[in-house]
């Protein structure tokens, strides 16, 4: 693994703890049966968001439900994934090693363009 490698392999592990540390958080509840789900944004992982969820069981009636949010796990391993698939292609791209192999071959001009200098070897029934 060559230096661009391993830098990149620094960052992306970088960017992953920097996810973690402050992910998606969402706020899922229960009612009547239902499942209803609310986005809470991004808050750092030792300050969970707070959610008041406000719910009317009868007209004349109103229920607070409060509740912790909870981490998105599904959107924060999809960001995670994103990372890594990145990270992995920017170091196989960057690990390449592209050779160029060049000959010493003298080119000549010639009226039909450039030519070698070396001829190429007659077949035996050719020669003297």
Request: proline share 7%; net charge positive.
């Amino acid at each position: 693994m060559n230096g661009n490698q391993k830098g990149i392999l620094i960052m992306g592990i970088t960017v992953i703890a920097i996810m973690s540390i402050c992910p998606p958080w969402v706020f899922r509840t229960v009612l009547r049966g239902a499942v209803f789900e609310k986005d809470l944004g991004y808050k750092w992982i030792w300050a969970p968001p707070e959610h008041k969820w406000v719910t009317a069981e009868y007209v004349d009636r109103t229920e607070y439900a409060s509740a912790k949010g909870v981490i998105d796990m599904l959107r924060l391993g999809v960001q995670w994934g994103g990372v890594v698939i990145v990270s992995i292609g920017l170091i196989v791209v960057f690990g390449a090693k592209i050779k160029v192999e060049t000959k010493n071959i003298k080119l000549k001009p010639s009226p039909t363009g450039l030519e070698s200098s070396k001829e190429p070897p007659l077949p035996a029934t050719l020669q003297n």
